[in-house]
């Protein structure tokens, strides 16, 4: 499509060189012309030198577009070696340790990706970096790939957000201040996990198996917790409070608690209309 447009504009440009002689002059259209079919020299002695401005710039951007694309391709292809690496070591029995390494490739940015036709982009990429989305897609395939052998993994600081770890084998692992905003860990087994400061915003958390589990400082805020085993976990309730499904989740005390700290809270979860019934939001 942008191919097409720019055929029109060189259609457009041409039509106007035919009517306009001052922009055949400084364009550089005379000046390639007169390179094809040179003029006599009784008529370029009759006529000023054609000026060449405009060619010599374009020659200027396509030597910069082609520096800006050597170092965009040498920065992916260093980015992606290093996602090969870390792919190796997920395949060993040290994958727990090789986990840790994920916050650290997240944090790797690449310049912006040159483009010809769009040239604030070329001028941005030598002064602009950003995540490389096709590097976030392979970390997240990776993840998926070995979700049965996760346990004690270090995902701590790391952005899953969106991940799809169904029935994922999260035993032990650390998982602190970790982004799993909108993430499905249906029927996922997080036993034991340190859940300080995560964020479960908006995540598909049913039947997920969360005993014995530290939450402090999280935000669960839309979580889905329907079904979900709490039993035995560290948990303060007003930071599930604008969870879905708060009543259907399996805790040793929780309505207990709920009923002795949050009176009102409990009566709209537990006591009212079935409008409450499958919310824990005020």
Same mark, same amino acid.
């Given at each position: 499509?942008?191919?097409?447009? $720019?055929?029109?504009?060189?259609?457009?440009?041409?039509?106007?060189?035919?009517?306009?002689?001052?922009?055949?002059?400084?364009?550089?259209?005379?000046?390639?012309?007169? +390179?094809?079919?040179?003029?006599?020299?009784?008529?370029?002695?009759?006529?000023?030198?054609?000026? %060449?401005?405009?060619? $010599?710039?374009?020659?200027?951007?396509?030597?910069?577009?082609?520096?800006?694309?050597?170092?965009?391709?040498?920065?992916?292809?260093?980015?992606?070696?290093?996602?090969? %690496? $870390?792919? /190796?070591?997920?395949? &060993?029995?040290?994958?727990?340790?090789?986990?840790?390494?994920?916050?650290?490739?997240?944090? &790797?940015?690449?310049?912006?990706?040159?483009?010809?036709?769009?040239? $604030?982009?070329?001028?941005?990429?030598?002064?602009?970096?950003?995540?490389?989305?096709?590097?976030?897609?392979?970390?997240?395939? &990776?993840?998926?790939?070995? +979700?049965?052998?996760?346990?004690?993994?270090?995902?701590?600081?790391?952005?899953?957000?969106?991940?799809?770890?169904?029935?994922? /084998?999260?035993?032990?692992?650390?998982?602190?201040?970790?982004?799993?905003?909108?993430?499905?860990?249906?029927?996922?087994?997080?036993?034991?996990?340190?859940?300080?400061?995560?964020?479960?915003? /908006?995540?598909?958390?049913?039947?997920?198996?969360?005993?014995?589990?530290?939450?402090?400082?999280?935000?669960?805020?839309?979580?889905?917790?329907?079904?979900?085993?709490?039993?035995?976990? &560290?948990?303060?309730?007003?930071?599930?409070?604008?969870?879905?499904?708060?009543?259907?989740?399996?805790?040793?005390?929780?309505?207990?608690?709920?009923?002795?700290?949050?009176?009102?809270?409990?009566?709209?979860?537990?006591?009212?209309?079935?409008?409450?019934?499958?919310?824990?939001?005020?």
């Amino acid at each position: 499509m942008l191919a097409i447009l $720019w055929g029109q504009c060189f259609l457009i440009f041409l039509i106007l060189c035919v009517y306009s002689p001052k922009l055949y002059d400084y364009s550089g259209a005379r000046a390639i012309c007169e +390179k094809m079919f040179p003029p006599s020299p009784e008529d370029a002695e009759k006529s000023p030198k054609p000026s %060449s401005f405009v060619l $010599w710039a374009i020659g200027i951007y396509v030597a910069l577009f082609s520096i800006a694309s050597a170092r965009y391709d040498r920065a992916v292809n260093s980015y992606e070696l290093q996602i090969m %690496s $870390w792919q /190796n070591q997920m395949q &060993t029995e040290f994958r727990d340790d090789a986990c840790a390494y994920v916050k650290t490739l997240q944090k &790797t940015q690449i310049p912006i990706r040159p483009d010809l036709f769009r040239f $604030w982009n070329t001028f941005r990429s030598f002064f602009q970096n950003e995540q490389y989305d096709l590097g976030k897609e392979k970390i997240y395939q &990776t993840l998926n790939t070995y +979700k049965k052998g996760l346990q004690n993994a270090d995902l701590s600081y790391t952005d899953l957000s969106g991940i799809r770890l169904i029935k994922a /084998n999260l035993t032990g692992a650390y998982l602190r201040h970790c982004n799993l905003k909108d993430s499905n860990l249906e029927s996922a087994n997080l036993q034991d996990t340190n859940c300080n400061g995560i964020n479960l915003s /908006n995540a598909m958390l049913i039947s997920a198996d969360f005993r014995d589990a530290y939450f402090s400082d999280i935000n669960a805020t839309e979580a889905v917790l329907f079904n979900a085993d709490l039993r035995n976990a &560290t948990l303060d309730f007003n930071e599930f409070a604008d969870a879905k499904s708060l009543k259907q989740t399996q805790h040793n005390s929780l309505e207990l608690n709920i009923k002795t700290k949050y009176p009102e809270r409990h009566k709209k979860i537990y006591l009212e209309s079935p409008a409450f019934l499958g919310s824990g939001k005020n």
